[in-house]
């Protein structure tokens, strides 16, 4: 128990000092990108890349962790978001976007790593901790969400007149940070080790409803998420806000993914994770309102703190969810599997939402939230159901 939390305290320092670095870069890449594309319809190619860059990162990040454990492959991620920033920061003192989305690319490389933190947690936990290991983790994010936006905000000039480079070389040395914390992380070897046998085929796991459920949660919580957020500053922007402001939406917004976790995890014990999954959607629901309500500074600071504690809720519950749905044997390629198809979906969010933005609105960002939003409800409900049936039929064979 006391490894167990030890190793949660570090992953959510690492987990802290990451989403430093991935707050102060997708709240400026998109007005970086605008700054330099000649097609302001590419203004938010950058965030795609980044996320494009996980979603292509979460399988070989996953396998090479077999080989070489969870500190090894975290260690790789945190260095290669410092030659992000780097790299980042020579793009745009060049001025040369497909530099820039270049290194957004390798910041992916990162972030893909970094999601693993709180599989990692659980592979140290106790079984009744499971749901409370990945709410602990993701509360390095309340720090994050304090430091991110500021840092972003303070370090925009350090380049002057050359603006938003310095951003980026604060990415840089947060990274570098990050290797510390993980330097001492230890996951118990039988967590790390490869197991024999490669347990069931991937399409009998990808069958089962608890699976379906569990992946779909999570890709909508992300998916949704940074369709509304990468738009958020630009939107903004547009509507007059100082980018100050517009940093400052971030920061509520991001606060509000993660300061939940406080809660979360003892909310799906208490309450179980379906009641948890269904709030979620219905604040994503409540968010996409409140955005479509009207463009003053209330309605995107309220759009955007309800667009965090959905994307907490459904987020956790998936991550929760997923755990049931795999034997040991076959944690590295579910695991692998759920990563990427999360980031792709996150990957089509962020692309589309400049499209969106530019040629339809604000709103119609908003309003593309809702049909993922009633397919997944649809989903649940479909394991629900079969879940339900299940217990029943246990009941009757045992009476």
């Given at each position: 128990?006391?490894?167990?939390?030890?190793?949660?305290?570090?992953l959510?320092?690492?987990q802290?000092?990451?989403?430093?670095?991935?707050?102060?870069?997708?709240?400026?890449?998109?007005?970086?990108?605008?700054?330099?594309?000649d097609?302001?319809?590419?203004?938010?190619?950058?965030?795609?890349?980044?996320?494009?860059?996980?979603?292509?990162?979460?399988?070989p990040?996953?396998?090479?962790?077999?080989?070489?454990?969870?500190?090894?492959?975290?260690?790789?991620?945190?260095?290669?978001?410092?030659?992000?920033?780097?790299?980042?920061?020579?793009?745009i003192?060049?001025?040369n976007?497909?530099?820039?989305?270049?290194?957004?690319?390798?910041?992916?490389?990162?972030?893909?790593?970094?999601?693993?933190y709180?599989f990692?947690?659980?592979?140290s936990?106790?079984?009744?901790?499971?749901?409370?290991?990945?709410?602990?983790?993701?509360?390095?994010?309340?720090?994050?969400?304090?430091?991110?936006?500021?840092?972003?905000?303070?370090?925009?000039?350090?380049?002057?007149?050359?603006?938003?480079?310095?951003?980026?070389?604060?990415?840089?040395?947060?990274?570098?940070l990050?290797l510390?914390?993980?330097?001492?992380?230890?996951?118990?070897?039988?967590?790390?080790?490869?197991?024999?046998?490669?347990?069931?085929?991937?399409?009998?796991?990808?069958?089962?409803?608890?699976?379906?459920?569990?992946?779909?949660?999570?890709?909508?919580s992300?998916?949704?998420?940074?369709?509304?957020?990468?738009?958020?500053?630009?939107?903004?922007?547009?509507?007059?806000?100082?980018?100050a402001?517009?940093?400052?939406?971030?920061?509520?917004?991001?606060?509000?993914?993660?300061?939940?976790?406080f809660?979360?995890g003892?909310?799906?014990?208490?309450?179980?994770?379906?009641?948890?999954?269904?709030?979620?959607?219905?604040?994503?629901?409540?968010?996409?309102?409140?955005?479509?309500?009207?463009?003053?500074?209330a309605?995107?600071?309220?759009?955007?703190?309800?667009?965090?504690v959905?994307?907490?809720?459904?987020?956790?519950?998936?991550?929760?969810?997923?755990?049931e749905?795999?034997?040991?044997?076959?944690?590295?390629?579910?695991?692998?599997?759920?990563?990427?198809?999360?980031?792709?979906?996150?990957?089509?969010?962020?692309?589309?939402?400049?499209?969106?933005?530019?040629?339809?609105?604000w709103?119609?960002?908003?309003?593309g939230?809702?049909?993922?939003?009633?397919?997944?409800?649809?989903?649940?409900?479909?394991?629900?159901?079969?879940?339900?049936?299940?217990?029943?039929?246990?009941?009757?064979?045992?009476?």
């Open positions: 128990m006391r490894r167990y939390k030890i190793n949660v305290f570090l959510s320092s690492a802290a000092l990451y989403l430093i670095t991935s707050i102060a870069s997708i709240t400026f890449s998109g007005l970086v990108g605008q700054m330099l594309a097609n302001k319809l590419l203004a938010t190619l950058p965030v795609a890349m980044l996320t494009l860059g996980t979603a292509s990162i979460t399988v990040a996953s396998f090479l962790m077999r080989r070489i454990g969870r500190r090894g492959g975290f260690m790789v991620g945190a260095f290669s978001g410092a030659l992000s920033g780097g790299l980042a920061f020579f793009a003192v060049q001025g976007f497909w530099l820039f989305c270049a290194a957004a690319f390798l910041q992916g490389s990162f972030q893909a790593f970094s999601q693993y709180r990692a947690a659980v592979e936990a106790p079984a009744a901790y499971t749901s409370r290991a990945v709410s602990y983790v993701l509360l390095g994010g309340v720090a994050a969400a304090f430091l991110g936006p500021k840092i972003g905000v303070l370090s925009k000039d350090l380049a002057s007149p050359i603006p938003f480079a310095g951003t980026y070389l604060a990415v840089m040395a947060v990274s570098f990050a510390l914390p993980l330097f001492f992380l230890k996951i118990p070897e039988i967590a790390v080790q490869a197991h024999e046998g490669q347990g069931r085929p991937m399409r009998e796991i990808m069958r089962q409803p608890v699976f379906a459920a569990a992946v779909l949660n999570a890709c909508t992300y998916g949704v998420m940074v369709l509304v957020m990468t738009a958020t500053p630009l939107a903004m922007v547009a509507c007059a806000f100082p980018v402001e517009a940093g400052s939406v971030i920061q509520w917004h991001v606060l509000a993914m993660f300061l939940p976790s809660f979360t003892n909310l799906i014990r208490r309450f179980g994770v379906l009641p948890v999954l269904f709030v979620g959607m219905a604040l994503f629901t409540a968010s996409a309102a409140a955005a479509i309500a009207g463009i003053d500074l309605n995107f600071t309220v759009a955007l703190i309800l667009l965090g959905a994307w907490n809720f459904m987020y956790v519950g998936g991550t929760t969810l997923l755990t749905a795999y034997h040991p044997s076959e944690r590295t390629k579910v695991q692998a599997l759920n990563e990427f198809l999360v980031f792709a979906v996150a990957a089509a969010g962020s692309f589309s939402s400049g499209g969106l933005l530019n040629w339809s609105g709103n119609a960002v908003n309003y939230a809702i049909p993922v939003l009633v397919l997944t409800a649809g989903v649940t409900l479909w394991y629900a159901w079969t879940s339900r049936r299940g217990r029943e039929a246990a009941a009757r064979i045992k009476t």
